[in-house]
């Protein structure tokens, strides 16, 4: 992470997350969000039935809790601009009961589900913008 120009690292004491980052072209401007290891990322989608985390979030933050949470395989990132340049929002995660819930479309939410896709209702419409299958 880059902040006012500096390179900054954090580390955390749970799991290793490998990602890789989404195309820019599928982005916002102000949203850069890596796919986690193992995970399919939906742009402009929210699934109904996720769990509301407290707090104010980026998207690398809601991905990154999301993860290192055992019974989290999807969550939903809703953003908006700080008015500063910044990409925050919150944070929705989804267990294995309400991962292929019902998709509304949503310009400001961005879902992440862990693979395998889902299969159901709508979802047989929808494809991935872009995945990260576990090594």
Same mark, same amino acid.
């Given at each position: 992470?880059?902040?006012?120009?500096?390179?900054?690292?954090?580390?955390?004491?749970?799991?290793?997350? =490998?990602?890789?980052?989404?195309?820019?072209?599928?982005?916002?401007?102000?949203?850069?969000?890596?796919?986690?290891?193992?995970?399919?990322?939906?742009?402009?989608?929210?699934?109904?039935?996720?769990?509301?985390?407290?707090?104010?979030?980026?998207?690398?933050?809601?991905?990154?809790?999301?993860?290192?949470?055992?019974?989290?395989?999807?969550?939903?990132?809703?953003?908006?601009?700080?008015?500063?340049?910044?990409?925050?929002?919150?944070?929705?995660?989804?267990?294995?009961?309400?991962?292929?819930?019902?998709?509304?479309?949503?310009?400001?939410?961005?879902?992440?589900?862990?693979?395998?896709?889902? *299969? *159901? =209702?709508?979802? *047989?419409?929808?494809?991935?913008?872009? *995945?990260?299958?576990?090594?």
């Amino acid at each position: 992470m880059t902040v006012n120009g500096s390179e900054i690292f954090l580390t955390i004491d749970f799991r290793s997350v =490998d990602v890789i980052e989404l195309p820019a072209e599928l982005l916002p401007a102000e949203l850069d969000l890596d796919i986690p290891e193992g995970y399919a990322a939906y742009p402009g989608i929210s699934v109904g039935g996720g769990g509301e985390q407290s707090g104010a979030f980026n998207g690398d933050e809601c991905s990154l809790a999301c993860v290192n949470e055992t019974t989290c395989v999807a969550f939903d990132f809703t953003y908006g601009n700080d008015g500063n340049g910044n990409s925050v929002g919150r944070c929705w995660f989804h267990e294995v009961a309400t991962k292929c819930d019902t998709i509304t479309d949503n310009p400001i939410s961005y879902h992440m589900t862990e693979l395998p896709f889902c *299969t *159901t =209702d709508d979802w *047989t419409t929808k494809t991935a913008a872009g *995945t990260n299958p576990s090594s």
